[in-house]
């Protein structure tokens, strides 16, 4: 495993070691046992979108780890100008240890890491987010104690972070109901390819139909970055498609609610819900942190 560009370049035995070790550097960190394991090195962090979480996670994730995190706004470099992505990639090669890149086109982090001889960390893209997947499935774990044969279901757009989800869902042997209006639904590849895993991918146009005893209920924001043009038709399209208290009340009774961040309360999800007994959401986010911090570990503390 030299990067991480999609959920698929794991396995089960990858995804439950990482949690492992998030779990580990999680309860070392509340102890205030901070290990340099990445003393002297440097991760370059690629952003062709603004970010709260993911920025300052990895940051952080860095500096505690005893290395250095570089934030590359690509307007700031020379991809900004035009140079080729080979160029780029093989020349942060010569100076870095690890990329992470949160871009617009997948192709431009799958590009990076052809190019690159040092680990690249896909930090999303318009068709997966990884990171945010296995920050969730530590999130469920807590939670729940374990994560296979549980019923995960998303509520909303079928976007990056749904495609991810469904991926991840399928090599740790998660059941997964996606709700979405049509032409709303995710990546078809995708599915075909969770499906091969051997992953029980449902999809319905009835929210109702998906919550119904749910361990997990999940939404994302309804206009993504980059689709702001289609706001109003998006609201139209997915009005019926919100987390709030009638759905929650389908799911089972111990269910949590997730999102990734950020949040449009009284879109997807309502205020009561969002910050509700049932919601997760502020944990799901701390454990960004120390997921990452897992991964990069895992990727760049390599010798």
């Known amino acids: 495993m030299k990067d991480l560009i999609s959920m698929a370049d794991l ?25 340099e394991f990445l003393k002297n090195k440097s991760l370059a962090m690629i952003f062709e979108k603004p970010s709260t979480r993911t920025r300052v996670s ?15 706004n690509y307007k700031d470099i020379q991809l900004g100008r035009g ?19 949160r ?5 431009t982090i799958s590009e990076i890491a052809k190019y690159s001889t040092i680990p690249v960390i896909n930090a999303l893209s ?24 549980l019923k995960f279901t998303w509520v909303g757009d079928g976007n990056n972070v749904c495609n991810s989800v469904i991926l991840g869902c399928a090599i740790v042997g998660m059941n997964i109901a996606i709700a979405c209006p049509e032409g709303y639904e995710p990546n078809n590849d995708i599915v075909k390819q969770a499906k091969k895993i051997g992953g029980n991918v449902s ?35 997915l009005g019926d498609y919100q987390i709030n208290s009638r759905l929650v009340d389908l799911a089972k009774h111990d269910a949590i609610v997730m999102h990734c961040l950020p949040a449009h309360r009284g879109e997807e999800i309502t205020e009561d819900v969002l910050n509700g007994p049932h919601s997760v959401i502020f944990d799901q986010a701390e454990n960004r942190l120390h997921a990452q911090k897992a991964l990069i570990l895992k990727l760049m503390g390599q010798k």
């Not at 779990?23 to 290990?35: S, T, V």
């Not at 990895?58 to 590359?72: C, I, K, N, P, T």
């Not at 140079?83 to 890149?101: F, K, N, Q």
């Not at 119904?212 to 999940?218: G, Q, T």
Request: net charge negative; charged share 30%; glycine share 6%.
């Open 126 to 149: 318009d068709l997966e987010h990884p990171c945010q997947i296995l920050a969730d499935l530590l999130t469920i774990q807590e939670y729940r104690n374990r994560i296979k044969n």
């Open 11 to 35: 396995s089960n035995e990858d995804i439950h070691e990482l949690l492992d070790s998030a779990q580990d550097l999680k309860e070392k960190r509340a102890r205030g046992k901070i290990n």
């Open 203 to 237: 999809i319905t146009h009835d929210p109702a139909e998906a919550a119904d005893n749910a361990d997990i209920l999940y939404t994302d924001v309804w206009i993504s970055m980059g689709d702001e043009e289609e706001r109003e038709k998006r609201l139209n399209d």
């Open 103 to 107: 871009v617009n086109s997948h192709d």
């Open 83 to 101: 140079e080729p992505i080979s160029d780029t990639a093989e020349v942060l090669s010569r100076y870095v240890h690890g990329i992470a890149g």
């Open 58 to 72: 990895f940051e952080v994730a860095m500096s505690e780890l005893g290395g250095h995190g570089l934030y590359l």
